[in-house]
Structure formats: structure tokens, C-alpha cells
């Protein structure tokens, strides 16, 4: 591939195609505006988002258009700012929210920028940051500190979704469920462990996402190929059911099961994106006094402010990252990806631009 730099053009994985794929190829450097940021790319991670993507699925075929540039999780340099921008400047290392919100509804206008009704995503509805450069308002700009690495900066995005949801309750001292050993159920794991929740208890079908899981700091985990929910609880003690569930897998029969070995007056997160057709019991969840609360993204900025001062605390969540690639071999992290043995994926920028 060539990697010549040429005047007003940069690198990027883009959708060139409608199929399973992305592609390397020169697209023009995005222009900054008065209020924006220009930001170089050092390091990516590989979020579930783009392997849908990538294996351009119903979701994505209905939501991506063609030539987009992917990516939304990331770590780079300040390069350029806008006449309007105060607080940042070039050299600054940064990461920042994906969600470019509208400023002007209702929930803008509280402070509630998460649950914004005209959230545009950075690599879903507009350019991304698999890229040499990419822009975006000073407005969603996080400044990083020196004593986080930067690749733990390249995942905040997800810790962020782990960090939502896993604080939805207060989780001292209580039982925990966590449904799905993806990297976001296993960063969640961590932080309630962290947040002093007893039992962490998380299951799923991949063994090998349950033993990050364990390494993250889930106290028993559950492989539902082999075992039951049911009897893991009488094994731990657990006589009324788990105070708090967090739903991370998306899966109509972890639903099921959760909602089922749930206390009366659980509480229960659902961040795993269920399908439109999705069945609830409900009849369970109104007479056993259940509460069930969906989970998008990240709040804006408070949760930004919990995830750095938990990992400056102790928090430690790099485990998670299993892999690491030279952008130039994006097609491996995918695999990797794919293989459902990773964990969080990093792709390196650095040398995009050597022969």
C-alpha cells in the first residue's frame, strides 16, 4: 500500500463498498471551523460498532452510508484550532465524546447531552476517527492526563458505556449480575468490584471472555454451557436473588434469566441492544416491584470525570486490551476482532506514512 503523504489528502478506513469490509484510501483532511478541533490520530480501538460495520449487518446497511469513514474510539495530538476554541491548544493530548450534540433541545439545555434527541455519532452519522485527522467541536474535546497511557485513553469511549451503566446503582455491598463477557461487561465488572459490590457475578458462552472477565475482577463466573445460573446462587449463598443486574450481551434469553433471579425491587441496567422484537415478562417485573432502566452512551461530562479519577484511584481495566496492530494491518485487528477471543483491540497510527 502506498503511504506517501500527498497535499491535503490523509488515510482513512472508510466504507467504500456495500459489503463486509473496509478500506485504506486517501480522502481530503477535514477543514476546521471556528469552534472546532483538529486532532491526529495516535492510537484507535475497535469497537463492536465497527464490526458491524464491517461486516456491514442489517443495522449497518440501514444506518451507514457509503464512504464513510469508521472509527469513534480514540487517543491523538491537538494539530489545529479553530479562532473560537479556548483551552485547548496544539500539542495537547485528547480524546473525546463521540456523540456531537445539538445544544438546543430540551435535554441539551438541562445538562442531560447524553439523552440529546439529534446526537450525531463520530464514525455512524459523520466522519470518523479512523483517520490520520479528525474534527470535532472544542465542545466534546476531554483533555487527557500524563499519568494515564494513552491506550487506556484510546478506550475511555467504552469504559465510559461501562462506567454508565455499571453506576446506574449504587452497587456497595450488594450482588451483582452481569449478563455478557464482552469487553464492556468485563470493564463493568471491574468497576463494581471496584465500587465494592460483593458477589460479581457474569456469564456467558465464550470461555475465553469469561476468563478475562475473572482477570478484570468478576468474582464467579458462569459458562452457561455448563452450568446454571440457578445453582451458581445456591452456591454462593444467595437466597432472594441479585440486587442489581447489568445487561450487556443484547440477548432475548439473558433478559429472560436475568429479570427471573432478580430480587422483588432489583434494579436492573440494559445497556446490550436488544432487538426491536424483544419479549419482557412483564408480568415479573411489575410484581416483583422491578426497575428497569435503559443505557446510552456516556454522560456528558460526568462520567468522563468518574472513569479518570477511578483508574488515578486504582481502577485498572487495561487487561482488557489483548491485541495490539499497526494500522497498516487493520484487517488482522478485525480479525482478532472477529475470533471472539480478544478482548479490546488497539490499532497504532504511527507509522502510516513510512515506506
Avoid at 458491524?52 to 474510539?73: K, R
Wanted: aromatic share 8%; proline share 3%; glycine share 12%.
Amino acid at each position: 500500500m502506498e503511504t506517501k503523504n500527498h497535499d491535503g489528502k490523509m488515510w482513512a478506513l472508510i466504507k467504500e463498498k456495500p459489503e463486509e469490509g473496509l478500506w485504506m484510501r486517501r480522502v481530503p483532511i477535514p477543514e476546521v471551523g471556528p469552534n472546532d478541533v483538529k486532532i491526529k490520530i495516535h492510537k484507535n480501538a475497535i469497537c463492536g460498532t465497527d464490526v458491524h460495520i464491517w461486516q456491514w449487518n442489517d443495522w449497518a446497511q440501514h444506518t451507514i452510508p457509503i464512504g464513510l469513514t469508521a472509527g469513534h474510539e480514540y487517543v491523538g495530538e491537538v494539530v489545529e484550532v479553530g479562532s473560537g476554541v479556548t483551552g485547548f491548544k496544539p500539542g495537547d493530548l485528547v480524546t473525546g465524546e463521540g456523540h456531537i450534540t445539538c445544544g438546543r433541545c430540551r435535554n441539551c439545555l438541562e445538562g442531560h447531552k447524553e439523552n440529546c434527541m439529534a446526537a450525531k455519532g463520530v464514525g455512524v452519522n459523520r466522519s470518523g476517527a479512523f483517520a490520520e485527522y479528525l474534527v470535532i467541536p472544542q465542545e466534546n474535546v476531554w483533555p487527557c492526563r500524563k499519568d494515564i497511557p494513552e491506550e487506556l485513553y484510546a478506550i475511555f469511549d467504552p469504559l465510559g458505556n461501562a462506567t454508565h451503566t455499571a453506576l446506574s446503582y449504587d452497587t456497595l455491598g450488594e450482588d451483582v449480575l452481569i449478563s455478557g463477557a464482552g469487553p464492556i461487561g468485563c470493564m463493568a465488572a471491574a468497576i463494581v468490584r471496584f465500587a465494592g459490590a460483593r458477589h460479581v457475578v457474569v456469564t456467558d458462552f465464550n470461555p475465553h471472555r469469561l476468563a478475562l472477565a475473572k482477570k478484570l475482577g468478576a468474582t464467579r463466573c458462569v459458562d452457561l454451557r455448563s452450568e446454571k445460573l440457578e445453582e451458581v446462587m445456591h452456591e454462593l449463598g444467595m437466597a432472594e436473588g441479585f440486587d442489581i443486574g447489568l445487561e450487556m450481551s443484547g440477548a432475548q434469553a439473558a433478559l429472560d434469566t436475568m429479570i427471573h433471579n432478580m430480587k422483588h425491587g432489583g434494579k436492573i441496567a440494559l445497556l446490550g441492544l436488544l432487538g426491536t422484537k424483544t419479549e419482557v415478562d412483564m408480568e415479573t417485573v411489575i410484581f416483583n416491584g422491578l426497575n428497569l432502566r435503559g443505557i446510552y452512551g456516556r454522560k456528558v461530562w460526568d462520567t468522563w470525570y468518574k472513569m479518570t479519577l477511578m483508574v488515578e484511584a486504582g481502577l485498572d481495566v487495561s487487561g482488557i486490551i489483548t491485541d495490539h496492530y499497526d494500522i497498516r494491518d487493520f484487517e488482522k485487528g478485525f480479525a482478532a476482532m472477529l475470533s471472539g477471543t480478544s478482548g479490546k483491540v488497539i490499532l497504532d497510527w504511527s507509522r502510516i506514512n513510512e515506506e
